[in-house]
C-alpha cells in the first residue's frame, strides 16, 4: 500500500521539524550542564574582594566618617568636611562624635 504524495511531504517536514527541535534541546542541555558546572565552581556565585588589612582599615573608617556624617545638620557637616579636608578622617570622626552629642 503506497503512501500518498502530499503525505509523504508532511512526514519529511514533520521529520525535519522534530530534528530541529531534538538539536535545540540537547544545546540547551549542554548549556545547562555547563551552567552547572561553572555554579559548582564557584562556591556561591559571589565574587570575593582580596583586600590588603590597610585597605579595609581604610574601609572601616571612611564607614564610620560616613555613618557620623549622615546624623549632622548641614552646617555641621560642613563643619566635618573641612576638618576632614584639613586634618583627615579620624579628626573629622571625633569632631562628628562631639557635635552628634551635643
Avoid: T
Avoid at 557620623?68 to 570622626?93: C, D, M, S
Amino acid at each position: 500500500m503506497a503512501i500518498p504524495s502530499s503525505s509523504q511531504n508532511q512526514l519529511r517536514i514533520i521529520r525535519r521539524s522534530l530534528s530541529k527541535v531534538q538539536r535545540s534541546v540537547d544545546r540547551i542541555a549542554a548549556e545547562l550542564r555547563q551552567a552547572e558546572a561553572n555554579a559548582k565552581s564557584s562556591s556561591n556565585g559571589k565574587r570575593r574582594l582580596h583586600l590588603s588589612p590597610e585597605r579595609r582599615r581604610a574601609l572601616q573608617v571612611h564607614g564610620q566618617y560616613l555613618g557620623r556624617i549622615r546624623l549632622l545638620k548641614p552646617l555641621q557637616k560642613a563643619r566635618v568636611k573641612n576638618v576632614k579636608a584639613a586634618k583627615g578622617y579620624r579628626a573629622a570622626i571625633a569632631l562628628a562624635k562631639r557635635l552628634g552629642k551635643g
